[in-house]
Each structure stands twice: as structure tokens, then as C-alpha cells.
């Protein structure tokens, strides 16, 4: 609405016009009449329909009972301001002939919106009516069918500030260890499932018992999740260094920071100077014995001996 506000008279008509040929409409009365009617301000009725729409899906998100009901009530009072409209109820007799003529079959008219909100309002008050029935068939004592009543009505489930803060507080959690598994998955590093959830309670700033709740709430349904978790941490440990590397890092570490022997402090001991090296003595080499004369004949001996 605040769109509509904004733009000129001229403006609004033709981009009326536009929508109006984008979906075939020829007729140019029928084009004249949705211009006059779409640029004039937000009708009660529609107004009205939209609450409705907003109480359901509050209803749908949080099980309270009285959203459930104001929808409905919201929507019979829409329905029924809609039909006292003339001009609209004659834009919807020639939209249902331009329809039956075979024309615009994925253009939903203003009655069938009502009509498909209504279906979505009575399925969900389909089960409040079983509950109710349930309640009434059966026999309670007088102080066992108030809490019955009140069960079936759905009354004390509604969609108070906390109600809601819970739901996000949820969705947050689920969303951040998601991120979690996702990075765990691209590094291959290994991290235990407590020390993500410690984290994520420590971002949201909620226990790590309530974060945990909701993780498993949310892992039992949806089991292709937790399939995924399961294959993502199988890798990860597959990654994951043993003790003996760590005791492999430890040792060269610890043998790269300790000093090698030039680094060593010679303050301690006495200079000397080049001159006062003695030379080193040269080694003599023991003699030899010769094994000639061992080896040799006797007969041989004796011939060197005459000699």
C-alpha cells in the first residue's frame, strides 16, 4: 500500500493495465474497471483476509489454539464484507466467463483465494473438532475435563513472546551446528560434537543443556541429517592425527630448540693463542715383520742359511 502511495495516478494505471493484458484480458471495460479498482485504496475485506492469513500461519508455527480461531473469524468477516462489494463481485463473474472461455487457467480469481484459505481453516479446526469429540464422548470427572477441554482447544498453547523466542532460539541452534558439520566436512579436522554444541550455546548464550535438546529433537526428525553428521565425522576421524605423530612433532620440536655445539658458551674457557700450539707429533709406524722366511721350504732354508 505504501507502493501504491508513492506512485502517481498515471503510474498506477498503467501498471494496472499492464498486469491486466500480461494475463489476456481484452475486454477494455473490464480493463477500465480493475484500473479504477486497483488504484484506489486497500478494501476492508482485503485487509482483512490478509490478518487471517497471518493468524494461520502464526497457528501453523506455534500450535496456539486462539491464532486458529481468530483466522477463522477474521475470514468469515472478509468473505462476507467481499460479497456486499458489487465491483468486485462483478470482476468476478467475468473473470469465472473468461475462464470458462478457455483463457487465463493459472489466474486465480479473489474467490478462489477465499475459497483456499477456507479449506486451509476448516482442515486445521478438523482435528480440534475430533479432539473436542473425544473429550465429550468420553466420561470425566469434574475436575479431569477442564484440563481435557482446555488440551482440546488448544487454548494455553498460544503465541506468546516466549513461545516465539523459543522457536527462533531453535531454528538459531540447528542453523549454527549445521555451519559447524559444514566446516568440519571441508577441513577434515575433527571436532567432537560437545565441544560444537558448548560453542554454539555460548554464541546464543543459552545452556548447553537446552542446546543440546534441540540438537537431537532435530537430529530424530530428520534422519537424512543425521546420516550426514555420521559420514562427515567418519572422514573427519579419518583425518585426525594419532599419538604418534603428536610424540613425532613433540621430539622434533623438542630437538630444534635445544643448542647446537657453536652456540655453546666458551666464556669459560682459556684463550690461546695460535703460538703456543704445539704441533702435532707425527705418529711412528711400528716395523713390519717380514713372513718370508716362515713361509719358506726347510729345504729352501737351509740354502739361504749356507749363503
Same mark, same amino acid.
Given at each position: 500500500m505504501?507502493?501504491?502511495? *508513492?506512485e502517481t495516478?498515471q503510474?498506477?494505471r498503467?501498471?494496472v ?6 494475463? $489476456?484480458?481484452?475486454d477494455p471495460a473490464?480493463?477500465a474497471?480493475?484500473v479504477?479498482h $486497483?488504484?484506489?485504496?486497500k #478494501?476492508e475485506w482485503?485487509?482483512?483476509q490478509e490478518?487471517? $492469513?497471518? @493468524?494461520l500461519?502464526q497457528?501453523?508455527?506455534h500450535h496456539?489454539?486462539?491464532a486458529?480461531f481468530?483466522a ?5 468477516? @472478509?468473505m462476507?464484507l467481499?460479497?456486499?462489494d458489487? %465491483?468486485?463481485q @462483478?470482476?468476478? !463473474?467475468?473473470?469465472g466467463q473468461?475462464?470458462? @472461455? ?6 486465480? %480469481?479473489? $474467490?478462489?483465494?477465499f475459497?483456499l484459505? /477456507?479449506? /486451509? ?5 478438523d482435528?480440534?473438532?475430533?479432539d ?7 466420561e470425566?470427572d ?6 481435557a477441554?482446555t488440551?482440546?482447544l488448544?487454548i494455553?498453547r =498460544?503465541?506468546?513472546p516466549a513461545?516465539?523466542?523459543g ?6 541452534t540447528e542453523?549454527? +551446528?549445521i555451519?559447524h558439520y *559444514?566446516?568440519?566436512?571441508e577441513s577434515r579436522?575433527?571436532r567432537?560434537e560437545?565441544s +560444537?554444541l +558448548?560453542? !554454539? ?8 543443556q =537446552? %542446546?543440546r535438546?534441540?540438537?537431537i529433537?532435530f537430529?530424530?526428525?530428520n #534422519?537424512?541429517? =543425521?546420516?550426514w553428521?555420521l559420514? !562427515? =565425522? ?7 592425527p594419532s599419538?604418534?605423530?603428536f610424540d613425532?612433532?613433540?621430539?622434533e ?5 635445544? #643448542?647446537?655445539a657453536e652456540t655453546l658458551?666458551?666464556?669459560h674457557?682459556?684463550?690461546?693463542? #695460535? ?5 702435532? &707429533?707425527k ?5 713390519v715383520?717380514?713372513t718370508w722366511a716362515r713361509? +719358506?721350504p726347510?729345504?729352501?732354508?737351509? &740354502?739361504n742359511?749356507?749363503?
Amino acid at each position: 500500500m505504501r507502493e501504491r502511495m *508513492r506512485e502517481t495516478p498515471q503510474e498506477c494505471r498503467a501498471r494496472v493495465e499492464r498486469q491486466c493484458r500480461d494475463v $489476456g484480458m481484452i475486454d477494455p471495460a473490464l480493463i477500465a474497471q480493475h484500473v479504477e479498482h $486497483g488504484c484506489r485504496e486497500k #478494501p476492508e475485506w482485503q485487509a482483512l483476509q490478509e490478518q487471517a $492469513g497471518m @493468524a494461520l500461519n502464526q497457528y501453523r508455527a506455534h500450535h496456539g489454539g486462539v491464532a486458529l480461531f481468530r483466522a477463522y473469524r477474521l475470514h468469515r468477516k @472478509a468473505m462476507a464484507l467481499w460479497r456486499r462489494d458489487a %465491483t468486485e463481485q @462483478a470482476i468476478e !463473474v467475468s473473470a469465472g466467463q473468461r475462464d470458462q @472461455a478457455g483463457r487465463g487457467a493459472n489466474w486465480y %480469481t479473489v $474467490g478462489d483465494l477465499f475459497s483456499l484459505q /477456507q479449506s /486451509q481453516i476448516l482442515s486445521d479446526l478438523d482435528d480440534v473438532i475430533v479432539d473436542l469429540d473425544n473429550v465429550i464422548s468420553n466420561e470425566w470427572d469434574s475436575v479431569e475435563q477442564l484440563p481435557a477441554l482446555t488440551a482440546a482447544l488448544r487454548i494455553w498453547r =498460544t503465541t506468546s513472546p516466549a513461545v516465539i523466542r523459543g522457536i527462533e532460539t531453535k531454528w538459531r541452534t540447528e542453523l549454527a +551446528m549445521i555451519d559447524h558439520y *559444514r566446516g568440519m566436512s571441508e577441513s577434515r579436522i575433527f571436532r567432537s560434537e560437545r565441544s +560444537m554444541l +558448548m560453542q !554454539v550455546a555460548q554464541q546464543l548464550g543459552i545452556s548447553y543443556q =537446552t %542446546t543440546r535438546r534441540h540438537w537431537i529433537a532435530f537430529l530424530k526428525a530428520n #534422519p537424512i541429517q =543425521t546420516k550426514w553428521t555420521l559420514e !562427515v =565425522t567418519k572422514f573427519a576421524r579419518m583425518r585426525r592425527p594419532s599419538k604418534r605423530d603428536f610424540d613425532r612433532v613433540a621430539r622434533e620440536l623438542q630437538i630444534a630448540d635445544e #643448542p647446537s655445539a657453536e652456540t655453546l658458551d666458551r666464556s669459560h674457557l682459556k684463550e690461546v693463542q #695460535p703460538s703456543q700450539i704445539e704441533p702435532a &707429533k707425527k705418529a711412528r709406524k711400528r716395523p713390519v715383520k717380514s713372513t718370508w722366511a716362515r713361509d +719358506m721350504p726347510l729345504s729352501k732354508r737351509s &740354502k739361504n742359511g749356507s749363503r
